[in-house]
């Protein structure tokens, strides 16, 4: 009971920020309204599988260090196109709410994704490693990264593979 005398004064006087977590975005996604919907049919899986959606028709195929011809595009390969054009688009969402201009070339803000299929293929305990290079003409290091932070909190990919999905994203400036 003393330390509890001898805790409140200082408790009391410590920034509050140190005690309460940042509060988190929620999104009801089951009453959210749909701003676009993608719908894909894929016939045979990633082995010697077909992808159709809207604009897309796609052979699928396994990549070379899973025993196939590595010649058709794989799963990982998808997600790691979406991904990065998703975290892009939310960069130049972000950055103009932060007052920032994102460069309007699209060869001065590149994002490099790439996605790797991680663990035991025999048990089929598998899961899916993000790594992510972020690089931008016109901007400095910290303006870049400042975007980039802003960005995971607003791109769906990243929401929904937080605390899923090891993702590592680096932040270079283009000369």
Partial sequence: MASLRVLRPLVRQAPRAIF?????????????????????????????????AN??????GMPRELG?????????ELFAAGYGACFQSAMNATAKGMGLTMPEGAKDSIVDTTVNLVGDLQKLDLGLKVSMTVKVRGMSKEEI????????KACPYSRATQG???????VEVLE
Avoid: C, M, W, Y
Avoid at 38 to 50: D, L, P, S
Avoid at 55 to 60: E, I
């Fill in 20 to 52: 309460l977590p940042a509060p988190r975005r929620f999104l009801q996604t089951d009453s959210a309204p749909v701003l676009t919907t993608a719908n894909a049919h894929v016939t045979g899986g990633r082995a010697n599988g077909h992808v159709n």
């Fill in 55 to 60: 604009a897309l028709n796609l052979d699928l």
């Fill in 68 to 76: 196939g011809k590595g010649d058709k595009i794989n799963p990982e």
């Fill in 145 to 152: 990264q400042k975007v980039v932070d802003e960005a995971k």
């Fill in 164 to 170: 899923n999905i090891s993702t590592d994203i680096k």
